[in-house]
């Protein structure tokens, strides 16, 4: 999977779409060890 962001480009190797206990969305990005959304 690769991402497009900005001016910047990165291959995920993998991501985990998560719902959060209150409700609320995120992706996770596990090689970037950051969330998006």
């Known amino acids: 999977m690769e ?3 900005g ?3 990165y ?3 993998e991501a985990a779409y ?3 206990l209150d ?3 995120c992706l ?3 090689d970037a060890g ?3 959304g």
Do not use: E, M, N
Request: glycine content about 10%; aromatic content about 4%.
């Open 28 to 30: 996770q990005l596990t």
């Open 23 to 25: 409700g609320t969305t």
């Open 18 to 20: 998560v719902i959060r």
């Open 11 to 13: 291959t995920i190797r």
């Open 3 to 5: 991402l497009q962001l």
């Open 34 to 36: 950051a969330y998006a």
């Open 7 to 9: 001016d910047g480009h």
